[in-house]
């Protein structure tokens, strides 16, 4: 039996959620601060919190509410944010990372929150919740601030392996559907694939061959392949889902950060520059609150580790309380809508309907994922 089919929590129970509290750079308090800011949103939020008592009692015992929802399990050991891969599985066992993945194998939680190292964490969740069958590549997915209704876009791999050919862009592009379908709820998801170029005969022959074979199944699968899209189309309204390699996706997230922070310190001294400035600033306090919460990164934190028996989510490394509480939110969205284990039927059903089509992967005839 798999991770994602062993689940004891019941569905008319609480959505309990495993998480990481030693990874990351803001240490312990951003954590819990994120998960205080969930739980007084959401009553049906449960927590394991994986890490050392001594850092993590002493704050919850300041957050009394946020205390009764929390199960603390004890452990000192931490892997480390430089920390290889490799060596976090040789020496993992036992870290607040590892059991925290751990308690989403064993189905005591639906699924594990860590802002910790992103390769390890991988590794870790690969070893011990396993692929699901016929996933050959695992992706990172992220939000991605758009023009679309929703707020958001969907782009994968974001870092997961810097290497995808054909096969595996088309299985990013149907697990991403189905993605869509849960933590935006998009009925029939517009799939775009990432090239230097919209004209056809653009793009490596990887990205050639995948555009026929997205083509091919998109009707089985029930979304829309809208052809290949730029990098300008990113937070357009023309597309739900990007899907390129994870050596594009990365270079791409750690771009857009960063010009959001250059464009919010220009706006910073801008409106400080002079005293009329100053002025000016406040009485376009309320249109600048809403710019900044719009293109807030913080509040679209996330990426999820699409692929495995289990639902892992990878926030950022440098998250706040605001960002830790918004990975939460995506965490408890997919654990509520049974998330992984749809992904595995589609992925399964997908594999047979493969066999109609001629690509060697695909996507299932019917889907409520």
């Not at 449960?46 to 704050?59: E, K, N, Q, T």
């Not at 910790?116 to 969740?125: D, H, K, P, R, V």
């Not at 250059?262 to 001294?269: H, M, Q």
């Not at 692929?307 to 605001?322: C, E, F, Q, R, Y």
Request: aromatic share 4%; proline share 4%; hydrophobic share 40%.
């Amino acid at each position: 039996m798999t991770a994602a089919s062993n689940r004891t929590v019941s569905p008319g129970g609480p959505t309990v959620i495993a998480v990481d509290a030693m990874g990351g750079d803001s240490g312990v308090a951003a954590i819990i601060g994120g998960m205080e800011k969930s739980a007084g949103k959401n009553t049906d939020i449960r927590f394991i919190v994986h890490g050392d008592s001594a850092a993590v009692a002493p704050l919850l015992e300041k957050k009394p509410a946020l205390a009764r929802l929390v199960e603390v399990r004890d452990t000192d050991k931490v892997v480390s944010m430089d920390e290889k891969p490799s060596r976090a599985l040789r020496s993992g066992k036992g870290s607040s990372m590892w059991n925290a993945i751990e308690s989403v194998k064993s189905g005591e939680a639906s699924v594990a929150v860590s802002c910790g190292n992103t390769g390890a964490l991988m590794a870790i969740s690969m070893l011990q919740l396993r692929k699901i069958p016929g996933v050959v590549r695992p992706a990172i997915a992220v939000l991605w601030p758009s023009r679309n209704p929703s707020g958001k876009n969907i782009m994968l791999d974001m870092g997961a392996d810097i290497k995808a050919d054909a096969q595996d862009l088309l299985q990013y592009a149907v697990m991403g559907a189905s993605y869509a379908r849960n933590a935006l709820g998009l009925e029939k998801p517009r799939i775009g694939l990432l090239n230097i170029g919209t004209e056809e005969h653009k793009g490596r022959p990887e990205l050639q061959e995948a555009a026929k074979m997205i083509t091919d199944v998109a009707g089985i699968g029930d979304f829309e392949y809208i052809g290949f899209v730029e990098g300008s189309d990113l937070p357009s309204d023309r597309v739900d889902v990007i899907v390129t390699d994870g050596f594009t996706g990365n270079v791409a997230l750690k771009a857009s950060e960063g010009t959001a922070k250059l464009v919010g310190d220009f706006l910073k001294e801008a409106f400080t520059h002079t005293p009329l400035a100053k002025l000016a600033a406040l009485f376009a306090m309320s249109s600048l609150k809403r710019l900044k919460k719009r293109v807030d990164p913080r509040r679209v934190n996330g990426g999820v580790f699409l692929g495995l028996n289990g639902t892992v989510i990878k926030s950022h490394g440098s998250a706040d309380a605001i960002g830790v509480s918004a990975a939460i939110k995506l965490a408890y969205t997919l654990a509520h809508n049974g998330f992984s284990e749809k992904l595995a039927a589609r992925v399964a059903s997908g594999i047979e309907a493969s066999k109609n089509t001629g690509t060697g992967t695909g996507t299932p005839e019917s889907d409520e994922a």
